[in-house]
C-alpha cells in the first residue's frame, strides 16, 4: 500500500464551525493569541486562559466531522494513511482516522504545569483553577503553545519522509516548525494543496493545488487517488 500523509490545520474543521486562526484578522474570539496560547500569558492569568480553552473544548464537542474529514479517513480502504494535524479538537478521529498525530496537543487532555509527562484524559470536562496533577501543581490544558517546544515534530518529520502522497489540507503555513514538515516530502512524490485560499508555497515541483474548500476539495482528490493509484 502506498503511504499517504496529510498535513491539516485549521481549516479542514472550519465547515463544521470551529472558527480558524488568521482568517480572524490575529485575533482569536476577541483576544490576542499571546494571551491565552503562550506561557507569558498563563503566568499573568491562568483563569483567563482555562475560561478560553473550556469555552473551545465546549465549542469543539458540539462539532461534528464533515466531509472533508470523512474523505480522509476513507482513504485508509486503499492508502497507508498517516494524518499529522495541527488542530487539537478530535474530528479526525471522530470521522474514523485510526493514526492521527496531533501536533500541538488535544482539548481533550489536561497536563500537569511542572511535569509534561503527566497527561490526563478529560473529555469535555472544564479545567478550573484549583485542578491539580498528581504531584500538586496546577493543571493546564495539554496544548502546545507559542514559544514551547512541539514533541511529536520529529515523529511527523520521519513520516513524512515516508510519504508516496502528501496531501496539505486548511494551513495557512505560517506557524513553524509545522510549515517545515512539506519539505521532508520526497522530491518525486505527489503534492496536494487544498485550500481556498491558498499559501505561499516556495517549491511548486509536483504540486497541484486545488482551490477550493476542504469538503469539496478533499472529496475531489479522493476520487482521483483511488482512480489513479489503485
Ligand atoms: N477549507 C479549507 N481551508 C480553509 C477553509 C475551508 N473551508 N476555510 C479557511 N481555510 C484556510 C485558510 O485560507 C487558511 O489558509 O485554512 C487556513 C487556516 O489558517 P490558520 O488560521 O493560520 O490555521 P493553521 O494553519 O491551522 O494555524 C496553525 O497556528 O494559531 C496557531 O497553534 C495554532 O495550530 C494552529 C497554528
Redo the contacts with the bound molecule.
Sequence with gaps: MLKLVVLS????S??SGIP????AGGLWEGHD?MEV?SPQGWQKNPELVLDFYNKRRAAAAAAKPNEGHLALASLEEDFDVTVIT??IDNLHEQAGSSNVIHL?GLLSQARSSIDENMIYDIGTKDINLGDLCKKGSQLRPNIVWFGEMVPMIEKAAKISEQADIFIV???????YP?ASLIDYVPYTSKIYV????M?YIKDKHNIKLVNA??TT?LKEIAVELKANYH
Excluded: I, M, W
Excluded at 489540507?169 to 506557524?175: E, F, N, R
Design positions: 490545520g485549521a481549516g479542514v472550519a465547515e480558524t486562526f488568521r482568517d493569541v496560547a495541527q488542530n500541538h489540507v486548511g494551513t495557512s503555513l505560517a506557524v509545522a487544498v485550500d481556498p485560499n499559501p474548500k476542504a476539495g
